[in-house]
Structures are given as C-alpha cells and as structure tokens.
C-alpha cells in the first residue's frame, strides 16, 4: 500500500508513512499530518497495535468500529488521505479511518450581520460545526441533508438542507439542475458557488442570499427555503429569495412588532435616498428648478455660484470619492479603516468645498448617500443598489426628471419580470410558505 500512496502521490514530504512492528506482524499506515488528528490516530491505531495488541480484539476494532471502513479500491486510496483520512494496511485488506482534523472547536460571533438582541453565534469554516448550528436550532426529524461535491481540484464538500415537508419542489429540482451545470477548478467561497448557481453575471440584483447567522437559517428553513452549506466558508447561501427579505434583519424578530416595522420602513426609504437622490440633484438643478420653493432655488443656485462645471460633473466627483472611501475601508486593516474613511471623508468633502470644485449642498447629498446605502442588511443587495444609482444619473443627464422617473418604472418592471429558482422575485406571500 504505501509503494502506491507513494507513487500517486509522488512521495511528498508532509505525508507520514511508516510500517510497524510489534514483534507479532507488522501493519502499514500512512496519513497527512497537517490534515488527520494525530492524538486519533495515536489512540486508535498506534497504541492499541503496539502496546496492547490482542490480535482478534484489533481484528474486531477494525471490521467492527464505524470509524474504520475497507478501501478496496487503491484509485481511492489518495482521495481519502487528500481528505484527512488515515489508511492501515493489516493482514493484507486496507481501512480507511475517519481521522479528520478539525481547525474550529467553537462557533464564532457574528461580523458581518451584527446582533444586538439575539444570537451571537456565527457560521465557521467547519462544515461538521455548522451543520450542527442548524440542528440546534431547527431540530426536527423531517430536515433532509444531502452531501454532495464540486471542484475539479479542490474536492470540496457541500451540504443541501431543506425540511422534506415544508420545501417547494420546483426550486429544489431546478438548484439540482444548476448544480449538475457547475463546472469549477477551485470552489473556495459561498458567494463563488452563489454566482454559478443565480447567474450573477446577467442579473441586477442577487437571487440568493448568503448569511453568516444559523438562526436566518433555521427561519429560512421553516418557511419552506433551501440552505447551503459550504466547507471551507463562514456563510450558508439560502434560496429562492426575494426583494423584501434582503431588507430584513434578524434583529426585527428580536423587537417589538411595531418598532421593527418603522426600522424596517427607514430602510426603504435609506434605500430609495440612496439610489435615487444624485439624479434626483442633477435634474433638479439642470432641468426642473421649479420642483423646490424659490427661496430654496436660490440658496442652491447660490452654493452652486463658484462650481465651474455643470452638476453631472459635481455628482461624478463626489460619488467616486466616496466610492474609493468605501473600498480603503474595506481594504485597509481593520483597526484603521473606519478612522481613515472617517477622516479621508471630512478632510477631502471640506477641502473640495473651500476650493469651489463642489457646493455645499453636493456635500449633503453625498453623505446622505453614502449613510443610507449601509442601511442596507445584505451586502451583496446594497452593491446592487450602489451600481444601480448611476444608471439614474446617467438619465437624469440626458432625461432630467422624466429620466429618473422612467428609470425607477423600468427597474421596477424588471424586478417584477425576476425570479429567483422559478419564484417571483417581488412577491409578497407565497402559497404554502409558513411565516
């Protein structure tokens, strides 16, 4: 067996390979140590065979213990160490042992979705610990897992969970569907698969959702939604969805009826400010002035006195400030990125403010903008709506407020055309879902 490993593998230098002797017979074993648990493999395998060896009580731990089972195929043998398991070779028939090591032994708190009132546990990267997550908090014996794989060369595992009951069928056939076309090298990240499986490339906005809380999960899962949990990722992807449930946060189910009402609101309302307000600026300063009160035309008109260039240029100016804000914060080490966005923020809008390239009302609408897009729970939702944003201004150049106003009827048309795994994408109440 070892020869084999040896030359499938090419004898790398990480692989541990050693042949025992306990002066009865000997016994072959092999297995990545960076990859197997060595105190399993030491305690199952190691010390039973040299220090308290009973032939026919190691015969039956080997035959009889769930821990161990038979590779008769030497194709597999590399698979399996790949995979963190150990291969012993005894009596000339070769078991594999389930000696995988785990990297995380507790959950994580939650970074991404922020919880203040309810749970604070989140995904990890371990696919055993989150699937443990989602039965801790959906336990019932009608949620059905199915194991599956993708990566040509990654091999990497993913779980499908849905309750059997309450799950819709047409969504569950055309995910397995899109799942037999996924043809991918490496598979390292949720939102990697989430983009084969929603088409990302032709779609506005996301028709998945990717959640890092194993609560959202377990609500998803009652209602009749799919979760997928990936090895090697912190986040499950869930589907269908819909528009209204990217605007919603755990946290609203943790408050009180009315107060997550109005929260849930003053999202809608950051949401359109966000997507809406730079048009709406260029076309009311460059076209439809007579949509504010005089006085207030003029105190406009008045900050825009020293601009030099017509507001579209304004608008760009600002918004690619604020753009490029937005990314050093993300990219820059997480103990200086807010204070530099922050900063970077006040200095660059005051400055440009003071020198005429900006008025002090554009100052206004970018903060609003930039505010309101966080508003946002989902991540992926808000890039979709910082994107859409431009598509208004570049009408507003052309259209004025007759631009913006088509615009969001187009954008409005569209999502009621969407639909996420064959469910409309803005329905409100589906047949059969629970809430």
Request: hydrophobic fraction near 45%.
């Given at each position: 067996?070892?020869?084999?490993?040896?030359?499938?593998?090419?004898?790398?230098?990480?692989?541990?390979?050693?042949?025992?002797?306990?002066?009865?017979?000997?016994?072959?074993?092999?297995?990545?140590?960076?990859?197997?648990?060595?105190?399993?493999?030491?305690?199952?395998?190691?010390?039973?065979?040299?220090?308290?060896?009973?032939?026919?009580?190691?015969?039956?731990?080997?035959?009889?213990?769930?821990?161990?089972?038979?590779?008769?195929?030497?194709?597999?043998?590399?698979?399996?160490?790949?995979?963190?398991?150990?291969?012993?070779?005894?009596?000339?028939?070769?078991?594999?042992?389930?000696?995988?090591?785990?990297?995380?032994?507790?959950?994580?708190?939650?970074?991404?979705?922020?919880?203040?009132?309810?749970?604070?546990?989140?995904?990890?990267?371990?696919?055993?610990?989150?699937?443990?997550?989602?039965?801790?908090?959906?336990?019932?014996?009608?949620?059905?897992?199915?194991?599956?794989?993708?990566?040509?060369?990654?091999?990497?595992?993913?779980?499908?969970?849905?309750?059997?009951?309450?799950?819709?069928?047409?969504?569950?056939?055309?995910?397995?569907?899109?799942?037999?076309?996924?043809?991918?090298?490496?598979?390292?990240?949720?939102?990697?698969?989430?983009?084969?499986?929603?088409?990302?490339?032709?779609?506005?906005?996301?028709?998945?959702?990717?959640?890092?809380?194993?609560?959202?999960?377990?609500?998803?899962?009652?209602?009749?939604?799919?979760?997928?949990?990936?090895?090697?990722?912190?986040?499950?992807?869930?589907?269908?969805?819909?528009?209204?449930?990217?605007?919603?946060?755990?946290?609203?189910?943790?408050?009180?009826?009315?107060?997550?009402?109005?929260?849930?609101?003053f999202r809608y309302i950051g949401m359109l400010l966000s997507m809406t307000l730079p048009a709406l600026y260029i076309a009311v300063t460059s076209y439809n002035p007579e949509f504010f009160r005089v006085q207030l035309a003029f105190s406009i008109?008045?900050?825009?006195?020293?601009?030099?260039?017509?507001?579209?240029?304004?608008?760009?100016?600002?918004?690619?400030?604020?753009?490029?804000?937005?990314?050093?914060?993300?990219?820059?080490?997480?103990?200086?990125?807010?204070?530099?966005?922050?900063?970077g923020g006040l200095i660059l809008g005051q400055a440009a403010q003071q020198a005429g390239l900006v008025s002090s009302i554009m100052i206004i609408v970018t903060s609003v903008v930039a505010i309101s897009n966080f508003v946002i729970p989902s991540?992926?939702?808000?890039?979709?709506?910082?994107?859409?944003?431009?598509?208004?201004?570049?009408?507003?150049?052309?259209?004025?407020?007759?631009?913006?106003?088509?615009?969001?009827?187009?954008?409005?048309?569209?999502?009621?055309?969407?639909?996420?795994?064959?469910?409309?994408?803005?329905?409100?109440?589906?047949?059969?879902?629970?809430?």
């Amino acid at each position: 067996m070892l020869d084999e490993v040896k030359r499938q593998l090419g004898n790398p230098a990480d692989l541990t390979a050693q042949l025992l002797n306990n002066g009865y017979t000997q016994m072959e074993f092999c297995f990545f140590a960076s990859m197997s648990d060595i105190n399993q493999v030491k305690d199952a395998v190691v010390v039973p065979f040299s220090y308290r060896f009973d032939p026919r009580e190691f015969k039956r731990m080997l035959e009889g213990s769930p821990a161990f089972v038979k590779a008769d195929d030497s194709q597999e043998w590399v698979a399996m160490l790949l995979r963190g398991c150990t291969l012993i070779e005894y009596e000339g028939v070769v078991y594999a042992m389930q000696a995988i090591r785990k990297m995380q032994t507790q959950p994580e708190n939650t970074e991404v979705e922020a919880s203040l009132q309810g749970p604070q546990s989140a995904f990890t990267e371990d696919l055993d610990m989150n699937t443990n997550l989602v039965r801790l908090r959906y336990n019932l014996p009608t949620l059905t897992v199915e194991k599956m794989e993708k990566g040509d060369s990654s091999k990497t595992r993913f779980m499908i969970l849905y309750d059997r009951d309450k799950v819709d069928r047409k969504p569950l056939e055309e995910l397995h569907q899109r799942l037999d076309k996924v043809q991918i090298k490496l598979l390292q990240a949720a939102g990697q698969l989430a983009m084969y499986l929603g088409n990302s490339r032709y779609t506005m906005f996301p028709v998945t959702m990717q959640t890092e809380r194993p609560d959202r999960v377990a609500q998803f899962l009652e209602r009749g939604k799919i979760a997928i949990l990936l090895d090697g990722s912190r986040f499950a992807i869930t589907l269908p969805v819909r528009f209204f449930d990217f605007m919603h946060a755990m946290d609203d189910d943790y408050e009180p009826y009315w107060m997550g009402r109005v929260i849930i609101l003053f999202r809608y309302i950051g949401m359109l400010l966000s997507m809406t307000l730079p048009a709406l600026y260029i076309a009311v300063t460059s076209y439809n002035p007579e949509f504010f009160r005089v006085q207030l035309a003029f105190s406009i008109d008045g900050s825009r006195a020293a601009v030099p260039y017509p507001a579209f240029i304004e608008v760009f100016i600002m918004l690619f400030m604020i753009e490029a804000l937005i990314e050093a914060s993300i990219r820059l080490p997480r103990f200086v990125g807010s204070t530099a966005a922050t900063v970077g923020g006040l200095i660059l809008g005051q400055a440009a403010q003071q020198a005429g390239l900006v008025s002090s009302i554009m100052i206004i609408v970018t903060s609003v903008v930039a505010i309101s897009n966080f508003v946002i729970p989902s991540s992926s939702f808000s890039y979709s709506i910082r994107a859409l944003k431009y598509v208004f201004v570049v009408m507003s150049i052309f259209y004025g407020m007759v631009g913006v106003i088509v615009t969001m009827f187009l954008v409005i048309v569209y999502l009621c055309h969407l639909r996420s795994f064959g469910q409309p994408y803005l329905s409100i109440y589906q047949p059969g879902e629970n809430r």
